[in-house]
């Protein structure tokens, strides 16, 4: 089983500067009751707390997201970029 599911936030799990739609909002509640979930977006604390914090249902459980912005996801692109460079098995959205 994985344990931890990354999203990317803007153009991947919500349209870009705006918030969760309900259905989004749904299926996040329900993945963050099996599996940690990352979600890492270019913006700054105030935008996360915007689009993704602020549009979960109350009953997600948000201790087990983990948000990251500018930096680490500069980081985790260089990450994924050197998995796909060695082949490993990694899944990504856009294949």
Known sequence: MKKLIVFDLDGTIAESKSSLDDEMSALLRDLLSI???AVISGGNWPQFEKQLVSNLPRDAKISRTYL???????VIEAILAC????????????E
């Open 83 to 94: 998995l796909d460079s060695k082949r490993a098995p990694v899944s990504r959205r856009d």
């Open 35 to 37: 599996v940690r979930a």
């Open 68 to 74: 990251s912005s500018r930096q680490t996801k500069r």
